[in-house]
């Protein structure tokens, strides 16, 4: 990447970058997230961890606005998520995100998958778009397989390809959901490659896994959720070794 782009990420750094103050969401009878405090700083790499169906992928639904909130703010560099319409596109376009499953689009060709987005919401031209997705493919270290499709790739392969589709946007933040739990074991280790890379970089990342290992390696911080609240958090070093609350270490003792 050239200094001019990678100049984004960088500038700032420290600097709140997604704050969520007060937040409450609740699917009916549920509470799913319980007045989450949560500042993610420029640069920061933020993992959130917690049983299943404590509300992890809803904080990071809300932070993209996949999910509305009931109460509550969530600002992104210091301006509050857009309700709907093009704002909200364009904010969709600030914030990358990752899923379990890789979402690319079956019918069309890994480059494609890569410049639709650039050339549809950001409205950059073909050839531009198409050079910049490969420099992201050759990133990822899938640049060989630009004319191929989806279903032509290994899974480990198809996340590299949908982790280069949501930076070709220039996001601010990238969110990850648990983007190694569909994974054969041995391909996890080249997503998870990708993503320390990308954290050493100077990316803001937001990442949702049960990788200890990268938690330990790449997070800035470990936020620790339980039944729709964050329970604790802190520096990996201290969590991992020093966990204050009963859930976290009953956690802790059935997945290390
Ligand atoms: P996690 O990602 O930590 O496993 P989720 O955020 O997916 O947890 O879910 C938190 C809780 O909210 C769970 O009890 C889940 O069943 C519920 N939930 C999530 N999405 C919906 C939805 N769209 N409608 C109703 N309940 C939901
Ligand atoms: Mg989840």
């Not at 200094?3 to 970058?17: F, H, I, K, M, N």
């Not at 790499?45 to 917690?50: D, Q, R």
Request: proline share 5%; aromatic share 4%; glycine share 8%.
């Amino acid at each position: 990447m050239t200094a001019q782009e990678t100049a984004p990420v960088s500038a700032g750094r420290g600097e709140p970058l997604v704050v969520l103050d007060g937040v409450q969401k609740h699917f009916g009878q549920l509470h799913a997230l319980k007045d989450i405090e949560l500042t993610v700083k420029r640069g920061e790499v933020v993992v959130v961890i917690g049983p299943s169906g404590s509300g992890k992928s809803t904080l990071c639904r809300t932070i993209n606005r996949l999910e509305t909130v009931d109460e509550g703010t969530i600002t992104l560099d210091g301006k509050p998520l857009p309700q709907e319409g093009k704002a909200l596109a364009a904010l969709r376009a600030e914030v990358g995100m990752v899923f379990q499953s890789f979402n690319l689009f079956a019918h069309k060709t890994i480059l494609e998958n890569v410049t639709l987005g650039p050339i549809k919401v950001r409205g950059i031209k073909k050839d531009e778009a198409e050079r910049k997705a490969r420099e992201l493919l050759d990133r990822v270290g899938v640049g060989h397989q630009a004319e191929k499709y989806p279903a032509q790739l290994s899974g480990g392969q198809q996340q590299r390809v949908a982790i280069a589709r949501a930076l070709a946007m220039d996001p601010k933040v990238m969110l990850f959901d648990e983007p190694t739990s569909a994974l054969d074991p041995e391909m996890i280790k080249e997503v998870l490659d990708v993503m320390v890379d990308l954290a050493q970089q100077g990316m803001t990342m937001v990442v949702v896994t049960h990788e200890m290992g990268f938690a330990r390696t790449a997070a800035d911080r470990v936020v620790f959720m339980a039944d729709g609240a964050i329970v604790e958090e802190g520096t990996p070093e201290e969590f991992f070794t020093n966990p204050r609350s009963d859930r976290a270490k009953d956690f802790l003792g059935k997945i290390l």
